[in-house]
């Protein structure tokens, strides 16, 4: 059964930096894009950022490009999200999703498979 489980989600104050994990079992990583998304209550879950199968093409949300890195390693199944210059803004709960296509989407209802989430709470 596919499974993600994030990781890495704390409380960090205005500037500071956190790394989140999304471990990936039940399915064939490699063969799988993957995205992370985050969620504040009220809001709509909202893209943050895009990698394709192998890692050579990545698209981030306006709103962290220049601050958030997105990376994959398919050896250990696993991608990785390292926010830097946190912002309260930033403040939701972070989710990673796969998705089956290796094209580019941001849109949630656009991936097949999703983790629990893990909270980021960015404090001034």
């Known amino acids: 059964q596919p499974q993600l489980v994030e990781s890495g989600g704390g409380l960090v104050q205005a500037g500071g930096s956190l790394r989140l994990s999304c471990a990936a079992s039940?399915?064939?990583?490699?063969?799988?894009?993957m995205g992370w998304f985050r969620q504040a209550p009220g809001n709509e879950r909202e893209f943050v950022a895009f990698?394709?199968?192998?890692?050579?093409?990545?698209f981030y949300a306006d709103s962290v490009k220049g601050r958030f890195i997105i990376s994959r390693d398919n050896a250990k199944n696993t991608v990785y999200l390292q926010m830097n210059s946190l912002k309260p803004e930033d403040t939701a709960v972070y989710y990673c999703?796969?998705?089956?296509?290796?094209?580019?989407?941001?849109?949630?209802?656009?991936?097949?498979?999703w983790g629990q989430g893990t909270q980021v709470t960015v404090s001034s």
């Open positions: 039940g399915l064939t990583f490699g063969s799988y894009a």
């Open positions: 990698i394709s199968w192998g890692g050579g093409s990545i």
């Open positions: 999703a796969a998705r089956r296509t290796n094209v580019v989407r941001t849109t949630a209802r656009e991936y097949d498979y």
